[in-house]
């Protein structure tokens, strides 16, 4: 049951454990909601799924190296209240816009990596400092919720294009498509590598720090766009950092199967795992699960995550890198 | 051999790098409010000394929990949150009263305790993540706090608790005494102890802890237990400061917990470092706000300059040896194969 | 082919971690079309050299030149672009990517989109696997899936790939069961002008493929001379310093059979261990004796309870045990001197007194509470036991040599009084003074009454050390190998399988014949 075209063989991919998750809550929802399945309904769903998927997107790319970050909610705090302030402003301001939080989320992005791939930083620790940081300036750009995004990218960009395919749905559909090429890229199979054994990579040839410092600079540049996508979503800015939402993002990496010690797994699990939470807000919501405890379902939906991201992993028959069978001296025992 | 007599000179108890680093975290407070003195000559009255010291003890009690779970090679996110709930519940459970203190007292505590040993139990069975696990944990019990509480803030906290973060010996405000206290029992348990060295020693090696068999599950467990407890405590001692308790008046002390222990100078990766540096870097930290309130920089700044701190202190570490070395000139001891930084840049 | 002038010349090649001097000041040569064996035990600085020479590690000091030009490689690729190579003993092939991405590792074939064709680059490796002799292979099957045997096979080619000028092969055959493959593509190399530093510590492989070779010890290059009329003793008393029979403490036999067995292993089976039984005595130094990946290190691991056992029991000193952590285990009496001291077997933050300390932490403790005095003279007793000087006890760890470390693992291991020490190639990395002193230790314990199970990858180690020798092939003692019969030859027939013909070999063979394979 080879699977060549990626070079690499596995019986069955993690993110189709996703993939089934999702179908299944979605079948849930629908009883709930049956205006679900409508054009509208999935206008919305896509939309309310969008900014988690592409930050979870980004995230991604630095859990395959095997290392962590924390500043998404930041970066996503600065673009959200740049867009919300300056689209306004500038005339053709939502494209401006764009590319200016494409960069911001880059830079950001890159400095992480030259922290930890450099500097030789944990990356733990490193991008909380860059979190907090980012949080900082979001608050000096806007001091509370509030600001305008521009007209243009709240109504074109939450609706439909085409008169079927939602604008959302079209963004991750490019996502999806891009990350299909990422992953035979140099830089993506680099990653890969980098994140199963480090030390081989480096004896392979490899640059194991600049493929670090770029996956945090893509990473950085996606979470740029979902907060660019957040002010599309909600129209306004706000410069606080919700806890929940980070651990929304690493809940959504884990349940598509990419798991935290990096070297295996992929986008679009990731990006399904957004949809997997999402859905299941929604359905709290249909069902009439009363607000005050989504703090704790966002606080075990994680640890259920975290276990079934394991758990399908072992499902999927996958190896771990066996570090040990090929290592060690002349007689290397096991 | 004369690198072995110089490396054994730097290494013996008298002279550990990391009191070095807590030293100079001491001095740079001290010259960081020298310096405030002199653009703002009415600062740095014995009042506002004691001030700052005496709003050190929430950052000093609840990092010490810190320290001891960084020291593991975790981390505990919850600590905001369970500070809160300390708050929240005394001053419930005592409603404006010293009548109910006795019980109250424990009852908070222990609850505080055992949502760090939830932690601990995540993090050592179910082998969740530290950062996961203590984030998600404390969102779960904000929300039931949340909803217990069903979201109205203000209390009323008991008067013994107020006079006791209020009252003075022989002049010198009590909560000073206590950090004085708390420096030497917590420095004592951390590295005099033998559950303290098997600490230092899981950290440094969880897989050469486990051939020799520590037990490495219940140290976990307890260490992530003690950190509820001291999250717990601060939030009394904050609650009493305060004289009332809100459901975020932990939150803005979780981030500078971190940031504490590591201006001191411990090893995020676990292993190395003495509370002592943790100490300072509360220390540091305390009249660092102070000063940014004085200047009334806005919560932003307040937060760029948090974030930067913490990110200053990790390059200085790396660094530590480095410093160190020029001193002896030697060979740094803490090299990795290649002579470049040591610990996490392996590759 | 101008083969007088060296194709690679390096001088005064040095570097230092903290205390060690892995290179010092090596200077050596290497000629076009030329194989030059590089020998050394381990700890030698052998694999030093190789860092150096493939631009890994920057050296302190010393200058290369290659091809005439300066060398001086800060990575893989300056190295390659520079026409070296090299074949690294821990395997830099990537486990979960295919045989043909890694083969093109770094940088593999891209099209006009900067994309990676999976399906040209399989073909090319297909193709690359043909030439070059490698059958059962496919070129999609993932690194991780394969035997180690074919790993090393597909990094061996990795590195020829490029037509390099020089290459590098380090200890090429550890893993091979089939020889002639890599000495026929050697010979194929050298007709072709490259210069090959073959890296080994197996003298039969040097003679057949090295007209010349070169030896460290200690950091420094002890020899360079040609092959022929260099006898196995000649080399061997170079590369330890002495001859063998000063090396190793004679062996006056302490067995006790009138107690019971110290350890009774009895039909054990946990993963890659299938049903192994045998019994160490007291008195006795047993020794285990296997290629690599036969399930010595399982065994060891399921010994001190790291990992559980399946079925089977053990029995210490007559009395069944359960063991289910390493922590019962040391309860029972067993412990275990593991096979990765940097990871597993130091604690690398703390002083080498803590670490000597650490599992008896408690008997120096009153009401939790360590004394210093206490503390320092349980830490002193157990270093005068490996006789590890005490000016090495208050600095941290890692400022100490690998021999040092591993004195004082040793003596952190004796504090705890076991029965019986499970040794894992414990004299791996550390050097030959060092050795001798840990032989020492481990045959006074056993002649105070405990008991050991050896597992090392040094034949003569094993000859002279162990009483008897227990052979593991594939999970299972496949053999039993007692005093009499005790030589290198014997050893590692067996380890690879044919036992018929060992058996014979033992029956012709003279009694030990010491270094002669």
């Known amino acids: ?334 | 051999m004369n690198d072995i007599l110089t490396r054994s000179l730097v290494s013996s108890r008298t002279f550990k790098p990391e009191t070095l680093t807590a030293l100079l975290v001491l001095l740079g407070a001290v010259l960081m409010m020298l310096a405030m003195k002199v653009l703002n000559p009415g600062f740095g009255s014995v009042q506002q000394i004691a001030a700052i010291l005496t709003t050190s003890i929430f950052l000093v009690v609840a990092a010490y929990g810190q320290g001891l779970v960084i020291l593991l090679g975790g981390i505990d996110l919850s600590i905001g949150v369970v500070m809160s709930i300390a708050g929240m519940m005394i001053a419930g459970l005592t409603n404006g009263s010293n009548e109910a203190l006795t019980w109250a007292l424990p009852v908070t505590l222990i609850s505080c305790t055992a949502i760090g040993l939830l932690n601990g139990l995540g993090i050592a069975f179910l082998k969740i993540p530290p950062f996961i696990m203590t984030l998600a944990n404390g969102t779960a019990f904000f929300g039931v706090a949340l909803g217990v509480t069903a979201g109205s803030s203000q209390r009323t906290v008991a008067p013994a608790l107020q006079v006791l973060m209020s009252a003075q010996i022989g002049g010198i405000p009590v909560p000073i005494g206590l950090i004085g206290c708390f420096l030497v029992a917590g420095s004592l348990l951390q590295s005099r102890t033998t559950e303290g060295r098997k600490l230092y020693a899981i950290g440094s090696s969880l897989a050469a802890a486990r051939v020799v068999g520590l037990p490495i599950e219940a140290l976990t467990i307890a260490a992530y237990g003690v950190s509820g407890l001291c999250a717990g405590i601060a939030g009394l001692l904050l609650a009493g400061y305060s004289s009332s308790a809100t459901l975020d008046m932990g939150d803005p002390f979780l981030m500078p917990t971190i940031a504490a222990v590591v201006i001191g100078g411990a090893c995020v990766t676990g292993g190395r470092g003495l509370y002592f540096g943790t100490f300072a870097g509360a220390i540091f930290l305390s009249a660092l706000s102070t000063i940014i309130t004085v200047l009334s920089l806005s919560q932003g700044w307040r937060n760029i300059i948090q974030g930067g701190i913490i990110i200053i202190a990790l390059i200085l570490q790396t660094k530590q040896w480095y410093l160190l070395s020029i001193v002896n000139r030697q060979l740094p001891g803490k090299q990795s194969l290649d002579g470049v930084l040591p610990q996490n840049s392996e590759v | 082919m101008d083969s007088s002038a060296p194709i690679l010349q390096a001088t005064n090649l040095h570097k230092r971690y903290g205390a060690t001097t892995a290179l010092d000041e090596v200077s050596f040569s290497l000629y076009p079309g030329e194989v030059c064996g590089l020998l050394g035990e381990n700890g030698a600085g052998k694999s030093t050299l190789v860092k150096v020479l493939s631009g890994i590690v920057i050296p302190d000091a010393g200058e290369i030149i290659l091809d005439r030009l300066p060398y001086h490689p800060r990575n893989i690729l300056d190295a390659k672009a520079a026409g070296l190579s090299t074949a690294f003993q821990e395997l830099s092939l990537i486990p979960t990517l295919s045989v043909a991405v890694n083969l093109f590792l770094p940088k593999p074939k891209v099209n006009a989109l900067r994309l990676v064709s999976m399906r040209s680059l399989e073909e090319e490796a297909s193709a690359i696997l043909n030439q070059y002799g490698i059958t059962g292979v496919s070129p999609s099957a993932l690194i991780g899936d394969l035997p180690l045997a074919a790993r090393q096979r597909i990094e061996i080619v990795r590195a020829m790939l490029q037509n390099p000028r020089v290459l590098l092969l380090d200890e090429p055959t550890a893993a091979l069961s089939e020889r002639e493959w890599l000495f026929g593509l050697v010979d194929g190399l050298i007709a072709r002008g490259t210069s090959i530093l073959y890296v080994t510590h197996r003298l039969d492989e040097v003679r057949r493929l090295c007209k010349r070779c070169i030896m460290l010890r200690n950091g420094k290059k002890v020899l360079e001379a040609s092959t022929a009329g260099m006898t196995d003793d000649d080399v061997f008393s170079k590369m330890a310093g002495r001859s063998v029979v000063e090396s190793y403490p004679v062996r006056e036999s302490s067995i006790n059979d009138s107690a019971p067995p110290v350890l009774e292993v009895r039909h054990i089976s946990a993963a890659r261990v299938n049903e192994i039984s045998f019994a160490v005595r007291r008195g006795e130094v047993l020794g285990v004796v296997a290629l690599e990946g036969q399930g010595q290190s399982a065994l060891f691991k399921a010994l001190v309870g790291l990992t559980p056992l399946k079925q089977g029991h053990l029995v210490v000193d007559g009395k069944r045990v359960v063991i289910r952590s390493p922590r019962a285990a040391r309860v029972a009496g067993l412990v275990l001197v593991p096979e990765e001291r940097k990871s597993e077997g130091i604690f690398n933050d703390l002083s080498t007194a803590a670490n000597i300390s650490i599992p008896i932490i408690n008997q120096a403790a009153s009401f939790d509470f360590i004394r210093g005095k206490r503390e320092r003279r349980l830490v002193e007793r157990g270093a005068a036991l490996v006789d590890l000087h005490s000016r090495y006890l208050p600095p941290n760890i890692d400022a100490l040599s690998g021999g040092n470390q591993q004195k004082a693992i040793l003596a952190r291991s004796l504090l705890t009084e076991p029965k019986c020490l499970l040794l894992f190639d414990p004299t791996r990395g550390v050097d030959v003074g060092t050795k001798y002193n840990i032989y020492r230790v481990i045959r006074t314990f056993v002649r105070e009454g405990g008991a050991a199970l050896f597992y090392s990858t040094e034949l003569d180690e094993l000859v002279h050390l162990c009483d008897r020798c227990i052979v593991i092939y594939r999970g299972t003692v496949v053999a039993e190998v007692s005093e009499k019969e005790l030589s290198p030859h014997v050893l590692l027939s067996l380890a690879a399988g044919h036992a018929s013909e060992a058996t014979q070999s033992m029956i012709t063979a003279n009694s030990r014949n010491g270094t002669s394979r």
Not at chain 1, 113 to 118: D, N, T
Not at chain 1, 196 to 219: E, H
Not at chain 1, 269 to 285: N, R
Not at chain 1, 314 to 329: C, E, V
């Open chain 1, 1 to 334: 049951m080879s699977q060549s075209t990626r070079g690499q063989r596995r019986p069955i991919p993690s993110s189709a454990f996703a993939a089934l998750l999702y179908g299944i809550m979605f079948a849930i929802y629908l009883l709930y909601s049956p205006s679900a399945i409508s054009l509208a309904g999935i206008t919305d769903l896509l939309n309310n799924t969008i900014v988690l998927a592409i930050a979870a997107a980004g995230l991604t790319l630095v859990i395959l190296t095997a290392e962590l970050d924390l500043s998404s909610v930041g970066v996503i705090a600065v673009t959200n209240v740049i867009v919300a302030t300056v689209s306004t402003k500038v005339p053709g301001g939502a494209f401006i816009t764009l590319i200016l939080v494409c960069l911001i989320g880059l830079l950001v992005g890159l400095i992480n990596g030259w922290l930890v791939a450099f500097l030789g930083l944990q990356s733990l620790a490193a991008t909380l400092g860059t979190m907090i940081a980012c949080q900082g300036v979001a608050l000096l750009i806007l001091e509370a919720p509030g600001g305008e995004v521009a007209a243009f990218i709240m109504n074109r960009l939450t609706d439909t294009v085409f008169g079927f395919m939602p604008v959302a749905g079209l963004i991750l559909l490019l996502a999806v498509a891009g990350w299909l090429l990422f992953r035979r890229s140099r830089l993506g199979i680099a990653i890969y590598a980098v994140g199963t054994d480090a030390l081989a990579a480096r004896l392979s040839g490899l640059n194991v720090k600049a493929t670090k410092w770029l996956a945090f600079g893509l990473a950085g540049m996606a979470y740029g766009l979902a907060g660019y996508m957040l002010g599309a979503q909600t129209g306004t800015g706000d410069p606080r950092i919700s806890n929940s939402f980070l651990l929304y993002v690493f809940a959504a990496v884990a349940i598509g199967g990419t798991p935290l010690g990096g070297g295996r797994g992929g986008v679009i699990g990731s990006v399904v795992g957004a949809g997997i939470l999402t859905v299941m807000q929604k359905l709290l919501f249909a069902v009439g699960v009363a607000e005050f405890y989504t703090n704790i379902f966002n606080g075990v939906i994680m640890i259920v995550a975290i276990l079934f991201g394991n758990l399908s992993a072992i499902l999927s028959l996958r190896q771990k890198a066996t570090m040990s069978q090929h290592r060690g001296g002349q007689l290397v025992p096991n």
